[in-house]
């Protein structure tokens, strides 16, 4: 994703890229694939309730729900929501700049089609989609001053978390019938509908891929009622920390230790509710009133945290190694985010690989998800050491800019 805006209306070169951009989208991509890969390994409704076979915990793993609760879930979402917010307008610059601007709709018009195929063939749980629709709408606002987008941003964001708080709240005026309909429909199936969703994901290759259709329009509508905005919000919010020179790490330091000590007391609120939670058995009820919409909520703050430690590694050059890392996976963003999908349902569906869908626990999940975050951080290096970027990159990009872009480096003398 381009860094920098320029006169020439093409793709940044690597010399002009912001580094802590690329070390921060690459930590939201590997720290993605912890949230997602339970979703690749069982059925969505085992991922979400913890206490459901086979992804179910107890004593003995339970550390296998409690670290992706509290370090992982929405927390990377949101941190590549806030750097795509920042990649419209490093894109499409001002809205008085046509030519940008139609180069930035061009590229959302391809990502809104990437993700209809990545979804509908590859893995259901495709953001490409959300982001896209989201992007044609924040692209309007790309040229507000950044006061604006942070307050903007910060109202429609409350306003969605104080509504989850407040449809929690109300649960218990549902009439029981209802409540047990929404409880075996989204949290705890019959054993039965569990194990016939395996065999059809663990099928051939045209059952798996029907399977993962079937949810992937199941989905869909969600995603555009509730994930879209809040995905607007976080963008605007993303963009005006990026005027405002936060994301880019020409903040003061001081700036960035209050963020992280607001961060910390986020994060000890998100593992106190998971204790409540993982002591009420993770009951229904309790759940979806009480136990469910603390970590979407404070999850900006965690994540504004993780930001500004990784900003200040790169801006007093600390822990280099770990940053300079993450800087190449984070270049290739596309290309891994969509590489994961394929590693994990070659791994895990029918017809396309391994087929051990149903067949892995939450534990050793962490054993693939740590597999699959090495191999990105062994070739995505190796990769840029002879190309410019990415190969998925290279296509977004060429059909973005609709005219030829280099992907080879030129050899020096």
């Known amino acids: 994703m381009s860094d920098v805006a320029q006169t020439e209306i093409a793709p940044v070169e690597a010399a002009r890229r912001i580094k802590t951009l690329d070390v921060l989208r690459g930590f939201a991509i590997l720290g993605i694939l912890a949230v997602n890969a339970p979703f690749f390994a069982?059925?969505?409704?085992?991922?979400?309730?913890?206490?459901?076979?086979?992804?179910?915990?107890?004593?003995?793993?339970?550390?296998?729900?409690?670290?992706?609760?509290?370090?992982?879930?929405?927390?990377?979402?949101?941190?590549?929501?806030?750097?795509?917010?920042?990649?419209?307008?490093?894109?499409?610059?001002?809205?008085?700049?046509?030519?940008?601007?139609?180069?930035?709709?061009?590229?959302?018009?391809?990502?809104?089609?990437?993700?209809?195929?990545?979804?509908?063939?590859?893995?259901?749980?495709?953001?490409?989609?959300?982001?896209?629709?989201?992007?044609?709408?924040?692209?309007?606002?790309?040229?507000w001053k950044p006061r604006t987008l942070m307050i903007v941003g910060t109202i429609v964001y409350v306003l969605l978390a104080g509504l989850g708080f407040l449809a929690g709240a109300a649960i218990s005026m549902v009439p029981a019938e209802a409540l047990e309909e929404m409880r075996v429909e989204m949290w705890q199936p019959a054993a039965s509908s569990i194990e016939a969703t395996i065999a059809s994901f663990s099928g051939t290759f045209m059952q798996s891929l029907s399977a993962n259709f079937g949810v992937w329009s199941e989905f869909v509508p969600f995603e555009l009622s509730a994930t879209v905005p809040r995905t607007i919000a976080v963008m605007m919010i993303g963009l005006a920390l990026f005027k405002w020179g936060f994301l880019s790490g020409n903040a003061p330091a001081w700036l960035y230790g209050v963020v992280i000590a607001i961060g910390i007391a986020a994060q000890a609120a998100v593992a106190y509710q998971a204790q409540i939670n993982f002591a009420a058995g993770f009951e229904f009820i309790h759940m979806q009133s009480r136990g469910a919409h603390l970590n979407p909520a404070l999850s900006i703050l965690i994540t504004l945290m993780y930001a500004s430690l990784l900003?200040?590694?790169?801006?007093?050059?600390?822990?280099?190694?770990?940053?300079?890392?993450?800087?190449?996976?984070?270049?290739?963003?596309?290309?891994?985010?969509?590489?994961?999908?394929?590693?994990?349902?070659?791994?895990?569906?029918?017809?396309r690989g391994l087929g051990l869908y149903g067949d892995v626990s939450r534990d050793m999940l962490f054993a693939i998800v740590a597999s699959v975050w090495a191999l990105q951080l062994i070739w995505s290096p190796l990769w840029l050491s002879r190309f410019k970027m990415g190969p998925l990159e290279w296509v977004w990009r060429r059909l973005s800019y609709g005219k030829r872009v280099a992907i080879g480096k030129v050899a020096t003398a």
Request: aromatic share 16%; net charge positive; with cysteine.
């Open 311 to 351: 900003i200040l590694c790169v801006k007093f050059n600390v822990l280099s190694f770990f940053t300079n890392a993450l800087a190449p996976v984070g270049q290739m963003a596309f290309t891994n985010y969509i590489s994961q999908s394929v590693i994990m349902t070659v791994i895990f569906y029918g017809g």
């Open 42 to 143: 069982a059925p969505w409704h085992t991922a979400m309730n913890p206490s459901l076979a086979p992804l179910a915990i107890d004593q003995g793993n339970a550390w296998s729900w409690f670290v992706p609760h509290i370090f992982f879930e929405t927390k990377f979402i949101t941190l590549f929501s806030l750097l795509f917010g920042a990649s419209l307008f490093l894109v499409g610059g001002e809205r008085s700049d046509k030519e940008r601007g139609k180069v930035l709709r061009r590229r959302l018009s391809w990502m809104l089609l990437f993700g209809m195929i990545h979804g509908a063939a590859i893995w259901f749980g495709d953001i490409l989609l959300v982001y896209a629709v989201a992007g044609f709408i924040v692209l309007f606002a790309r040229s």
